[in-house]
């Protein structure tokens, strides 16, 4: 039926999206840095790529439009998840989290635009913080994906004249290892923090009572297919959304700031 391109593929949502465009006839073309723990059949191609190194993702992608000269979409789901102080996190780290969710996937789309035609589409995803004002010690995650939102955006106007569709997906919490992940983030935060061990442990029951409402990847993977097979898209898909952090945000900045001292202190 169709190429589309993955990265982020041997993770829960990658890897969901992968197998749901594979069974509806699709070829598969999955990047990451470590291959997926199943194999997914003579539809899939997966090219180990460090996709903080634009000379493997052009060696992805002469490897890829030697056998194709189409992709129907490229799907963004890469990503990294931090949880820490803004002012006790290692600078490497504070570039390396930009690298991957931000600088990774502008790296993609650009390589990879040769391939895209008037009837493509870039579907990327962001997260419920993006839009919201940053809460603490979840910031530099918030922040990176806001960024990518406005980048998204940016490269939507650009790629309209092209006839090509740009689409965020933003997801709640969703049963994945980078669920797993923010876990073991803030636990070594609570473990190494020496500024804010009693609101660090605070926080640490707020984000464990929100994570706890989570879905499976087969959701996003099944959203994003159903995307992928419209005509006409909106700029942005909401999935999981939790009430709490989203009435928190309509309240005044003062507000908030008043009540998440009041929680964490």
Known sequence: MG??????????????TAKRYINNGYK???????????????????????????????KAY???????????????LSGIYNLDSLVEIDEKEFIRIFDINVFAIYRVNKVFLPLL?????????????????????????GITKSTLEKYAYSLRMELQVFGIKVVIVRPGAVKTTLLDDSMNSINRFVDNTKLYKTNSIKFKKITESVENKNITPDKIAYLI??????????????????????????????MQNRIIYKIIK
């Open 62 to 76: 002469n490897y890829i439009s030697k056998e194709i000269d189409r992709l129907d979409n490229i799907i963004t």
């Open 117 to 141: 035609d008037k009837h493509s589409k870039i579907i990327m995803i962001s997260s419920e913080l993006a839009p919201l004002d940053p809460l603490p010690f979840t910031g530099l995650y």
């Open 3 to 16: 190429n589309i391109l993955i990265t982020g593929v041997s993770g829960g949502m990658g890897l969901a």
């Open 225 to 254: 297919y159903k995307i992928s097979q419209k005509k006409r898209v909106r700029y942005v898909y909401n999935i999981n959304r939790n009430l709490l952090l989203t009435l928190l945000n309509i309240l005044p900045q003062r």
């Open 28 to 58: 598969v073309y999955g990047l990451d840095i470590k291959e997926p723990n199943e194999p997914l059949g003579d539809h899939f191609s997966f090219i180990k790529t460090d996709l903080t190194n634009i000379n493997e993702v052009y």
